[in-house]
């Protein structure tokens, strides 16, 4: 098992970037798959990006491709999630998720953490 938790969120402008990061706990976490995914008020929790076990492979949906960046320290058991030129509709709060397998195709994730705001103002 793995508990997740986030952190870097906040308020920014518009244009502006955030890191957002997600700490895990136990000796297990390269053995787990990494994903970012977003709810903004009233809609859908949607997946943002994925990262396999090593990092060497990534995901990006179409929301934030070309302004994020997903990355991972195994060595630190902290996934990374940076976002650049930052919209009024990115706002949301942003959440990290783990599971054994790193697929591109599927939104079912075994672990979850708390979530962080994101508030980008224009």
């Known amino acids: 098992q793995v508990q997740l938790v986030e952190s870097g969120g906040g308020l920014v402008q518009a244009g502006g970037s955030l890191r957002l990061s997600c700490a895990a706990s136990?000796?297990?976490?390269?053995?787990?798959?990494m994903g970012w995914f977003r709810q903004a008020p009233g809609k859908e929790r949607h997946l943002v990006a994925t990262i396999d076990r090593s990092g060497a492979l990534t995901y990006y949906a179409n929301s934030m491709k070309g302004r994020s960046t997903i990355s991972r320290d195994n060595a630190k058991n902290t996934v990374y999630l940076q976002m650049n030129s930052l919209k009024p509709e990115d706002t949301a709060v942003y959440y990290c998720a783990a599971r054994s397998y790193y697929d591109t195709t599927t939104v079912v994730y075994d672990y979850w953490g708390q979530g962080t705001q994101v508030t980008v103002s224009s």
């Open positions: 136990g000796r297990t976490f390269r053995s787990y798959a």
